[in-house]
């Protein structure tokens, strides 16, 4: 049974990855202002060490629910100071509409998983002499 898409009518269906949907997603959010990063697995961060390739798809998970709306995890490393809230609800709807726009596909959720914090300097720094 062929799709239709506008006025176009294709021979078959269309299949999207989830790992290009992971990408799309990362990409997006990686472009908000006080997430600074995504929380991947070692290997993951091994491979993106040994290649130099940034990995977009990198603490994104996807699942479709039961209408076939992609679902998103994202699993983010917030800058110290950030309004988690107002950070997280700019991901969520940017990540959405990027994906949506992209795929041509429904998003039924962006899940953030605040996943770590990017602590400054200064903080890290030890404090006066370590040895009494």
């Known amino acids: 049974m062929a799709e239709q898409n506008g006025d176009l009518t294709t021979p078959g269906k269309i299949e999207i990855y989830d790992d290009v949907v992971k990408t799309i997603a990362g990409l997006a959010a990686s472009k ?27 603490g994104v998970e996807v699942g479709r629910d039961a ?18 809230n107002e950070v997280a609800a700019k991901a969520q709807k940017i990540v959405k509409e990027q994906v949506e726009e992209l795929t041509g596909r429904a998003v039924g959720a ?8 990017r602590l400054p300097e200064e903080l890290l720094k030890p404090v006066g002499n370590a040895n009494p």
Do not use: E, R, S
């Open 110 to 117: 962006v899940n953030i998983h605040v996943a770590d914090i």
């Open 67 to 84: 209408a076939a709306n992609f679902t998103i995890d994202l699993h983010v490393i917030i800058d110290y100071g950030a309004k988690i």
């Open 32 to 58: 908000v202002d006080g997430i600074c990063g995504m929380k991947g697995g070692l290997i993951k961060g091994a491979v993106q060490a040994v290649t130099g390739q940034k990995n977009y798809g990198a």
